[in-house]
């Protein structure tokens, strides 16, 4: 069973505009990821927060991490055409050696 | 630096057929995974591997052999391979403990 959900499922944007997505958990975590995929490709990693943090910023990426509702939020900021992936969260849990990945949010920003 | 390089990209087998899906990776990093996605979905972990001769069990491990003789490979194994099977296949190694993960393009593998 797959730990995060990513919502929406899909999301469709104009470039210049925000775009927030969000990811659930199921258990206690050590840290929390997100990854873009482009078709076909492989993931890379985005950002990282840790489960003592609750803010984090990278650029146009800002993510939060709220452990008591267990979930995170991704905000990408003045998007662009470049940005149109899939995004993944992914939780690290403290069980164990293991990265559990969610369904993802595909993200189209039209130019 | 080349990361992780996965062979090969493209691959089609028949039922019953074994093979062996090759990863390597020259970071030198201890901890490397093995995870399928299907359309639409996620990854979910198959294999992974905390350093050189120590392999265990994610997710999906069942119809997959791993080993781990070295700290760059970690080649991935269909026993017997089913249609179930079919999916993309991506490796990933990090530093130490599963995240970050630096990525392959990953292997599109079809089972008729």
């Known amino acids: 069973s797959q730990q995060g959900e990513e919502d929406p499922q899909a999301l469709s944007i104009q470039e210049g505009e925000n775009a927030t997505m969000n990811c659930s958990y199921k258990t206690s975590i050590n840290n929390l990821q997100w990854y873009r995929q482009n078709s076909g490709r492989g993931l890379v990693h985005l950002i990282l927060i840790r489960s003592n943090e609750r803010e984090k910023h990278s650029g146009r990426l800002r993510v939060t991490l709220d452990t008591s509702k267990k979930s995170s939020s991704l905000l990408i900021t003045a998007s662009r055409a470049a940005d149109t992936a899939s995004y993944f969260c992914a939780t690290h849990n403290n069980a164990g050696n293991m990265l559990t990945f969610g369904g993802g949010t595909r993200l189209m920003v039209k130019p | 630096n080349a990361g992780v390089t996965q062979t090969p990209k493209f691959q089609v087998l028949k039922t019953g057929q074994s093979m062996t899906l090759q990863c390597a990776q020259d970071?030198?990093?201890?901890?490397m995974s093995w995870y399928r996605q299907d359309p639409g979905m996620g990854l979910r972990l198959i294999h992974y591997?905390?350093?050189?001769?120590?392999?265990d069990q994610g997710e999906v491990p069942n119809g997959y052999n791993v080993s781990r003789s070295t700290t760059e490979d970690f080649p991935l194994r269909l026993l017997s391979a089913a249609p179930s099977q079919t999916s993309v296949y991506f490796c990933?190694?990090?530093?130490?403990?599963?995240?970050?993960?630096?990525f392959g393009q990953g292997t599109r593998l079809t089972v008729v």
């Open positions: 970071m030198n990093h201890e901890y």
């Open positions: 591997s905390v350093g050189a001769g120590i392999t």
């Open positions: 990933a190694s990090s530093l130490q403990g599963p995240a970050p993960a630096f």
